[in-house]
């Protein structure tokens, strides 16, 4: 008897639909938070293939319970709680066809600290929180700078979470924390070295993504800074400015 691959897309926004309908607050991110605010760029999806492994949602830590029976109803289990996932506010799930289901409380705590503003978008975390989820990875892999490429020559840059990509936001975030501000402006130099080497990429969507990357540092740059920011930027990388993160899955 065959058994059918679970949707990771559909089944996400089912989640995420239900829970709303109970008045649980639940957002997707990650690669499906991308595929689905990217609807106009299917075909590079495919010209990468880039594939989907798990399912990344957001939500309240005072939900933590409501959004277990939920998930409990919908066939997942839930991993026992460990140390390292209770003080990052993550937790794991297992459903159907071993699907994995990742959900971060109030804020995804890896590389470096993204606190979420659920409330802006719907079903997704907004774009800007999305953007910042992938570039805090201090060595982001191939899939990682492959969704940013894809999230940048579809949206265009400006000041609110209307479908658009909020520099504003994200350079307010940045100019407190220089450790994150400086991966990620490295990372913004790694997609421009990786876009080089892609052939998935025309002559226009390498001009377009060129031109949103430096409109970006700019910003970036010139936002006023924090104290604390402005000392830790005289310390530079002589100091480690990101936190290591663990292979979870082998705990």
Request: contains cysteine; glycine residues 4%.
């Amino acid at each position: 008897m065959t058994t059918t691959k679970v949707n990771l897309i559909d089944e996400a926004v089912k989640i995420v639909k239900l829970a709303d309908e109970t008045s649980l607050v639940l957002r997707i991110m990650g690669a499906i938070a991308v595929r689905l605010h990217c609807p106009r760029s299917s075909y590079l999806f495919q010209s990468m293939e880039r594939e989907l492994s798990d399912i990344d949602l957001a939500g309240r830590s005072e939900q933590r319970e409501k959004i277990a029976n939920l998930l409990e109803k919908l066939g997942y289990s839930r991993r026992p709680i460990t140390m390292s996932l209770a003080t990052t506010g993550r937790e794991i799930y297992v459903g159907h066809e071993n699907t994995h289901l990742d959900i971060f409380l109030d804020k995804l705590d890896m590389c470096h600290l993204i606190r979420f503003r659920l409330e802006k978008d719907f079903p997704t975390i907004p774009l800007a929180d999305l953007f910042l989820e992938k570039m805090q990875i201090v060595k982001p892999g191939d899939k990682d700078l492959k969704d940013i490429l894809v999230l940048l020559r579809e949206h265009q840059l400006g000041h609110n979470d209307d479908d658009t990509l909020n520099i504003k936001h994200i350079a307010e975030v940045l100019s407190k924390d220089w450790g994150f501000y400086y991966t990620v402006t490295q990372n913004l130099k790694k997609v421009k070295a990786f876009m080089l080497r892609v052939n998935f990429l025309d002559d226009k969507d390498r001009s377009d993504i060129i031109s949103k990357i430096d409109l970006i540092l700019s910003h970036l740059e010139k936002t006023p800074k924090s104290l604390g920011w402005r000392l830790r930027a005289k310390i530079g990388t002589s100091m480690k400015w990101y936190s290591d993160v663990f292979d979870l899955n082998h705990e």
